[in-house]
Structures are given as structure tokens and as C-alpha cells.
């Protein structure tokens, strides 16, 4: 079983601070997503990384895929309280034909005006 | 678009009966996926379809049972609820089998 490890769990900052928040395994996955999840809502898709050292932006959100593919990170740069909510990665695993997602269980970022 | 949708968006069963769990989606997506998601345990994988006609189980399918008869279409039923399958329910599409798409959610309480 791939599994994908986030931290931190919990994250409380100021308006402003910047923040980054990580994805862990010791697989490989062929890609990664990341999803943003507010209360009461589904989660939705961020981005995906697919080569190893890749770096996507997307705002103030940075995401980066580690050069083995097997972990990720997403830096948030001046953080706005917008940016509150449960944030999720998950991998496709590198077998071919399971469609499968291994999810992580996120990490619930509170950020204080 | 509607994107992907669920209904009822709350329900509240007894113990030993049964529902269905409604999903559509209007963006011909193949890919349709059925998680739970319970705290202190992420999205956990039910059932998922790669095109009409195809189901196969994920990761937790135990009481849960799916049919694909249309693209739009991909139902869950709960045939005998149990309070262990009190949970917040999501459908999801996807193009191309792992980006998401996910709708609103089913909050289910069985007592």
C-alpha cells in the first residue's frame, strides 16, 4: 500500500507569513496533485507535477515535485485569509492501468486576518 | 456547466436501510469515482468506472455496490446501512483518470 504523508497536520498563521506544507512517501508516483478543500465543499484541483524538479506557480502558491517523485511541497508566499482550508495531495501510482489516487489526509491551514 | 452533482446533499438513515446516492456529471467525462472522507482517515477510495458499463472497487467497497449505465450517471447504493458508513460522500470525474473532479458531497449519518 503507496502512502502519502503530510505535514504539518495543523497550521495557524498571521496574514502575510508565508507557509510551506509537504507530501511524503517512499514510492514513486508518475504524478502528483494537489487539491484545496473548504468546509462544507468538495476539494478542488490546484495543480498536478508530473517530472521530477518540477515547479509550477499559480499565484502566490508555489508547488514543487521532488526530483525522485517522491514527495512534494507547496509554498505559500503572503498569505491571505482566502487561503484558508484543508489542503490535499495525491499520487498516481507509477503501475500502469489502476486509476487509482492515494490521497493524503492534509493539512488544515488557518490563516488569521 | 454544472460540473459534478450530488444529491441529497444530507441524509440521515437507520441502521439496515438502504439509499442510493445520486452522481451526475455534464462534462462527458469517462472517469467517475466514488470516496469517502472521515477525519483522521483522508478520501478513501469506495468504487470508480472507466466508461459505461465498467466498475471495479477501490479500496473500501464492503456494503457499497455502483453500475455505470450512462456516461453522466454513476450511483452508489448502500444496501444495509451500518453507523460504520456514517461518512461525508464524494463523486468525482475525471478526463484523464486522476485530476478530479469533484462535486459538492453527501453528508450521511446512520444511526
Known amino acids: 500500500t503507496q502512502l502519502l504523508e503530510q505535514s504539518p497536520q495543523f497550521l495557524s498563521i498571521q496574514e502575510g507569513e508565508n507557509l510551506t506544507v509537504y507530501c511524503n512517501s517512499s514510492s514513486v508516483f508518475s504524478s502528483l496533485q494537489w487539491y484545496r478543500q473548504e468546509p462544507g465543499e468538495g476539494p478542488v484541483l490546484l495543480v498536478t507535477?508530473?517530472?521530477?524538479?518540477e515547479v509550477k506557480k499559480l499565484k502566490r502558491l508555489t508547488f514543487q515535485f521532488g526530483d525522485a517523485r517522491k514527495d512534494s511541497s507547496l509554498h505559500i508566499t503572503a498569505a491571505q485569509p482566502g487561503d484558508t482550508g484543508l489542503y490535499l495531495c495525491?499520487?498516481?501510482?507509477?503501475?500502469?492501468?489502476?486509476?487509482?489516487?492515494?490521497f493524503g489526509k492534509g493539512t488544515k491551514l488557518s490563516v488569521i486576518p | 456547466n454544472a460540473g459534478v452533482t450530488q444529491t441529497p446533499k444530507f441524509q440521515v438513515l437507520k441502521t439496515g436501510q438502504s439509499m442510493t446516492l445520486q452522481c451526475a456529471q455534464d462534462?462527458?467525462?469517462?472517469?467517475m469515482s466514488w470516496y469517502r472522507q472521515d477525519p483522521g482517515m483522508g478520501l478513501r477510495l469506495i468504487h470508480y468506472?472507466?466508461?459505461?458499463?465498467?466498475?471495479d472497487q477501490g479500496e473500501v467497497p464492503n456494503g457499497y455496490n455502483v453500475s455505470r449505465s450512462t456516461t453522466e450517471d454513476f450511483p452508489l447504493r448502500l444496501l444495509s446501512a451500518a453507523p460504520s458508513q456514517t461518512s461525508v460522500y464524494f463523486c468525482?470525474?475525471?478526463?484523464?483518470?486522476?485530476?478530479?473532479?469533484f462535486g459538492p458531497g453527501t453528508r450521511l449519518t446512520v444511526t
Open positions: 495525491a499520487g498516481e501510482s507509477s503501475g500502469a492501468g489502476s486509476y487509482q489516487l492515494t
Open positions: 468525482a470525474s475525471s478526463v484523464t483518470g486522476y485530476e478530479q473532479y
Open positions: 507535477v508530473v517530472t521530477g524538479g
Open positions: 468506472s472507466v466508461g459505461a458499463g465498467i466498475t
Open positions: 462534462m462527458n467525462h469517462e472517469y
